[in-house]
């Protein structure tokens, strides 16, 4: 198994593009890409990888009902995966422990942990609350790259 940390070293490659993957209630694999990055998880405070999803999403309706997923990035020819639980932080999902009004914040740290930078706050803020964003927190049971 290898760190949490091969897996962040490779999200400045391509801004935290990667690939995650849900279970759809028939047990197929549903995969889309998403931007990601490593932080620390806002209730536990291990290292976490996030990433925002907007509401009607499919990946979203399915962690809603499985909320297991894998997570792959990668940057020339290396790569990493994650898999493991994830939890939602978002207006339509409480994360025990989290406080909803504090999720302005946590959206901004995730969009800062895949690299982003913004040069409006409010605009940003105002733009996740309106397409209803969700953040997933996924901490990962194992983790695996190539040499």
């Not at 953040?135 to 990962?140: E, F, M, N, R, Y």
């Amino acid at each position: 198994m290898t760190a949490l940390t091969d897996f962040a070293a490779l999200v400045p490659g391509d801004h935290g593009l990667c690939v995650v993957s849900t279970t759809r209630a028939d047990g197929s694999v549903q995969s889309s890409v998403v931007n990601a990055g490593v932080l620390d998880h806002p209730v536990t405070g291990r290292p976490a990888i996030g990433f925002v999803v907007r509401d009607g999403a499919r990946k979203l309706d399915n962690l809603r009902e499985r909320p297991r997923a894998t997570i792959v990035i990668r940057a020339d020819w290396q790569w990493a995966s994650a898999e493991g639980p994830a939890e939602l932080a978002g207006p339509r999902d409480e994360l025990t422990g989290f406080a909803p009004d504090a999720l302005p914040g946590l959206l901004r740290a995730i969009f800062q942990a895949a690299g982003g930078e913004h040069d409006d706050w409010a605009t940003y803020d105002r733009v996740m609350a309106e397409e209803r964003r969700t953040a997933v927190l996924l901490t990962p049971d194992r983790v695996y790259s190539n040499p």
